[in-house]
T-cell receptor, first 111, second 112 residues
């Protein structure tokens, strides 16, 4: 069945460091891919999305490219801020109307 | 304001006592779904609904029921809760199954 695997956390970085959170997926067909962010005590919010191979999603300085050949959708940001501290989830929606989420990666950014 | 509203935010109950968590959205979304979030497991889909009177099982439907009698509402029912259903629950809605989800703020359920 469909699934998402993302790197375990926590990830601790200093402010202005480069961020990569790895995400790979398994899916039949051609899924849509998403990154969501969760701040403490809140629900998940969409960060960015991509709907087909080679699409690049971007928002608030974050980027991820849909790589069909490597079944990956890694999240990157060139310079993180303390306010980026949160839990990040990679997710996919495939051919059978279901959503699948990774286990989440907690990011801590230190001043 | 476009939103998904879940109630209650916190709920403590005892094994076997039926409970309902309500979910309502004001965006006229067709697709609604429920998830549970557990440490190390991420979010897992419990049930989803493509439209009124159309519901289907997600990955972890055992012990849960849902109904979709109106487009805006999608309650989650635990007819006989057990301690292994202690979790953080989220309702979400979207335009369709491949569209971004809009999440509620969650319901933290404890079953003793």
């Amino acid at each position: 069945g469909d699934s998402v695997t993302q790197m375990e956390g926590p990830v601790t970085l200093s402010e202005e460091a480069f961020l990569t959170i790895n995400c790979t997926y398994t899916a039949t067909g051609y899924p849509s891919l998403f990154w969501y962010v969760q701040y403490p005590g809140e629900g998940l919010q969409l960060l960015l999305k991509a709907t087909k191979a080679d699409d690049k999603g971007s928002n608030k300085g974050f980027e991820a490219t849909y790589r069909k050949e490597t079944t990956s959708f890694h999240l990157e940001k060139g310079s993180v801020q303390v306010s980026d501290s949160a839990v990040y989830f990679c997710a996919l929606s495939g051919d059978f109307n279901k959503f699948y989420f990774g286990s989440g990666t907690k990011l801590n950014v230190k001043p | 304001e476009a939103q998904v509203t879940q109630n209650p935010r916190y709920l403590i109950t005892v094994t076997g006592k039926k409970l309902t968590v309500t979910c309502s959205q004001n965006m006229n979304h067709e697709y609604m779904s429920w998830y549970r979030q557990d440490p190390g497991l991420g979010l897992r889909q419990i049930y989803y609904s493509m439209n009124v009177e159309v519901t289907d099982k997600g990955d972890v439907p055992e012990g849960y029921k849902v109904s979709r009698k109106e487009k805006r509402n999608f309650p989650l029912i635990l007819e006989s809760p057990s301690p292994n259903q202690t979790s953080l629950y989220f309702c979400a809605s979207s335009l369709g199954p491949r569209s971004p989800l809009h999440f509620g703020n969650g319901t933290r359920l404890t079953v003793t």
